[in-house]
Every structure is written in structure tokens, then in C-alpha cells.
């Protein structure tokens, strides 16, 4: 049954977030063996969202129960061919990852590196990482966000397709547990100055995120992979933004101490 308790009132909030996708669907056909580990693999470990304007909005999922155990969970949105995904899950086995993507051969690898690893604490969602912030997962659910290497869309009529907007950094810090982190990394300069802009622009009067000055809860190391090597050799350094939701003030005493 539908819990339509706090889901509801972010839906409703959801309609001042920007719903133009900030991803592009690439087409790409699966190997043989990629395909076995579509057809055995993903009923069990991924999930596919309605797309759509007329699609229904989705059922809150239930963490614990996605993941069979209940653990700090990191949401990774664009996992891309999920080498990172996988090498930090291995690193952190009591830390659970719902990694979001809408490649499905870069899913369908991950899937592999699943198996291979005998990993037990990644789940997965092919579509849009807003439909899975806004509707899927519930406020103060989450431990981390992880966005590495998101689309830089750098023509300035495309801006708008930015994942980090003013709007999806509120909903990602209303998914954040006080204490959780979001940690996002670009090699585009261009982008960089627009996230620093974006999180030094935050309502401190609406859920925030602020500088990390402390231990993080979860693994802040990621794994260098082929493409950021690449950035590299070019001459692109990579920028990288740590933040945390801060803790929830203290409830002023009442007069008179405890009843």
C-alpha cells in the first residue's frame, strides 16, 4: 500500500524543480554476454521508470527492503559504465548504493561487475535521477549523493539541462539525512563555476547544504577512471565540490525543565 504521507508533499514541491532532462538517451546495442546479464540479472537487481507524459507517478520505495537490510544509503546518479560504482562499493560493504543511469550498456556492465565482485549492496534504476529524487526516495533517507562527471551541456541555450540547478540541489539536500554528504566532481571548468555559483546561492531558509569541515560518513575517494584520465592528459583538471546537510538545530529548552 501507498504510503502518500511526505511522498505527496514533494510532488507537489517537485513542480518548481526543472523538468527539462538533464540527461541525453544513448543508443548502444548490448554484447552477448551483457545481454545474459540483462535477461538474469536485472529482474533482480534494476529497475526500469515509466517515461512519458502520461505515465503514472511512481511508489516510494522502501530501502531497507530494496536492499534486504538496513544500511546508510548512497545514491550515485549517472553511473555511467559503473567502475567507480563498483570499486566503491567493494571498499564500503556496509554502505548500500542505488546507482541511477540511463545507458543501458553502461547499466549491463555494472551488472557484470555485480556479479564478478559478488557484490550484495547495489541496486539499480534506468531514468531520470529527479523522478527517482522526487518520487522513489523519501526526505532524510539518504547518506550521500554521489555526482561524478555529470553532463556539462556547455552551449549556453542548453544550461537549463544542467542537473544542478537551484531547485534539484534543494531536493537533494531534503534527501540527505542531517549529516549526509553530496559529493560532485566535473573536469569542466565551465560547469565548476556554475555549481559554485549555484551552492553559494542557496536559500538558508530552505534544506541546504553546506562546506564539509569534518569526517564524512561515507567514502570520499573515487577510483581515477579511463575518461578522467583523459581530462587529465588534456589538461583539464577535475573539480570537486564535498558538502553536508547540516545537523537540525536543537530545540530551544522549555521554561520549567521536563514535565
Not at 111 to 131: E, K, P, S
Not at 197 to 205: C, I, M, N, S, W
Request: charged fraction near 25%; hydrophobic fraction near 35%; aromatic fraction near 6%.
Amino acid at each position: 500500500m501507498r504510503n502518500d504521507g511526505p511522498v505527496s508533499e514533494s510532488l507537489d514541491q517537485s513542480r518548481r524543480y526543472p523538468r527539462v532532462t538533464s540527461f541525453r538517451f544513448r543508443r548502444g546495442s548490448l554484447t552477448s554476454g551483457q545481454q545474459r546479464n540483462w535477461e538474469t540479472l536485472w529482474p533482480r537487481l534494476g529497475r526500469d521508470l515509466a517515461i512519458g507524459v502520461d505515465r503514472v507517478p511512481e511508489d516510494a520505495v522502501d530501502l531497507p527492503e530494496l536492499f534486504g537490510r538496513d544500511a546508510p544509503v548512497v545514491l550515485e546518479i549517472g553511473s555511467g559504465t559503473g567502475v567507480s560504482t563498483a570499486a566503491m562499493a567493494e571498499a564500503e560493504p556496509d554502505v548500500d548504493v542505488l546507482a541511477v543511469e540511463v545507458y543501458k550498456p553502461g547499466l549491463a556492465q555494472l551488472l557484470g561487475l555485480v556479479d564478478r565482485g559478488g557484490l550484495t549492496n547495489i541496486r539499480m534504476v534506468r531514468g531520470d535521477a529527479v523522478v527517482v529524487l522526487t518520487e522513489l526516495l523519501r526526505p532524510q533517507s539518504l547518506t550521500g549523493i554521489r555526482v561524478f562527471f555529470p553532463d556539462p551541456w556547455p552551449k549556453s541555450r542548453h544550461h537549463k539541462r544542467r542537473l544542478v540547478q537551484s531547485g534539484t540541489l534543494e531536493l537533494m539536500a531534503d534527501r540527505l539525512k542531517p549529516g549526509g554528504v553530496l559529493h560532485i566532481a566535473t573536469d569542466h571548468a565551465g560547469y565548476a563555476e556554475w555549481i559554485a555559483e549555484h551552492l553559494a546561492t542557496q536559500r538558508p531558509d530552505r534544506p541546504h547544504v553546506i562546506q564539509l569541515t569534518r569526517d564524512a560518513p561515507i567514502l570520499l575517494d573515487r577510483p581515477t577512471t579511463k575518461f578522467e584520465g583523459r581530462a587529465e592528459r588534456e589538461g583539464r583538471g577535475v573539480n570537486e565540490f564535498v558538502y553536508v546537510r547540516p545537523d537540525l538545530p536543537t530545540p530551544p529548552a522549555t521554561e520549567g525543565g521536563d514535565a
